[in-house]
């Protein structure tokens, strides 16, 4: 069994996998990991080794630290891959983007886009021959939310409306009930259910028409980051393979593609333990 660690911007991501079967798996904050969670996930269980791809330099020690004491690490470098950098700079090329794109490129037997909704959305290729094709990155989905949150006056306007509305609330001696829990909650998190919700009634449609079901300035902007995201990495897709003058087959991961992935055309891989699978795939080259 392999403790394949992916430590990503905000999060990271621990699991137990053996021959692309994750069996157990831990997603944490990165302010979060200890050394008492790892060991209570591989309590009981047989470790052969333990890989890390991580994109945050500043928690490597820390990382390899906690495996110490439990299994031979490894920490996953891009040039573990075999890819063909020839057209880039491997220094300039962050190591997750690479590692699930190889992977992809293995899974398909074919050149390979692997579109990442995490803190970022990244959509990186790998071409024929292994060749490492760049690709491109967006703001994530909750971090539009967030931004929107904080420099959208209307967005404003509404959280003070909503801390009036709580201190009524307060005051009368009300208690909270499911129906109005909701107004407890970060705006980006409402905005973010508001999207997911928007999504699920507008896509389960037989009409091929596109009919927005909010008229309001909450679904408004959810229907703005929906479409846009999806238009944006169907767009940087087509010219990729305008490019290079082939086509590629495309795998989606990462915790936030729940919101955009109805509105993807042509997806030919969803897998939400893409990087964990990664992971073990470079460790074993």
Do not use: W
Not at 69 to 86: E, K, N, Y
Request: positive net charge; contains cysteine; charged residues 25%.
């Amino acid at each position: 069994m392999l403790l394949a660690i992916d430590v990503g911007n905000t999060n990271t991501k621990i699991g137990l996998i053996k021959e692309g079967q994750v069996y157990k798996k831990l997603v944490i904050g990165n302010g979060a990991i200890t050394d008492e969670a790892v060991k209570e996930l591989v309590k009981g269980i047989r470790i052969q080794g333990a890989a890390i791809l991580s994109v945050r330099a500043d928690l490597n020690e820390q990382v390899l630290g906690f495996c110490s004491g439990i299994c031979p690490s490894r920490l996953i470098t891009a040039t573990d891959c075999g890819v063909d950098f020839s057209m880039y700079s491997v220094a300039s090329v962050g190591v997750d983007r690479v590692v699930n794109a190889m992977f992809a490129y293995k899974y398909f037997n074919a050149p390979s886009v692997v579109v990442d909704f995490g803190t970022c959305t990244t959509i990186s290729a790998i071409g024929r021959d292994k060749k490492f094709l760049s690709g491109a990155i967006l703001p994530g989905v909750h971090l539009m939310l967030t931004c929107l949150k904080e420099q959208f006056v209307f967005f404003k306007e509404r959280k003070e409306e909503r801390k009036e509305e709580e201190r009524k609330r307060n005051f009368e001696g009300e208690t909270f009930s499911k129906k109005s829990f909701p107004l407890k909650l970060p705006l980006q998190k409402l905005l973010y259910r508001r999207l997911v919700l928007f999504i699920q009634r507008s896509v389960v449609s037989k009409s091929s028409r596109y009919y927005p079901p909010f008229r309001d300035t909450h679904s408004t902007v959810s229907e703005g980051i929906a479409l846009g995201v999806a238009g944006a990495i169907e767009r940087i897709v087509y010219e990729l393979k305008r490019n290079v003058g082939y086509s590629f087959k495309v795998a989606v991961t990462g915790g936030g593609r729940g919101a955009v992935l109805p509105y993807l055309r042509s997806v030919d891989l969803v897998d939400e333990d893409l990087s964990l699978k990664a992971v073990e795939l470079i460790y074993k080259l």
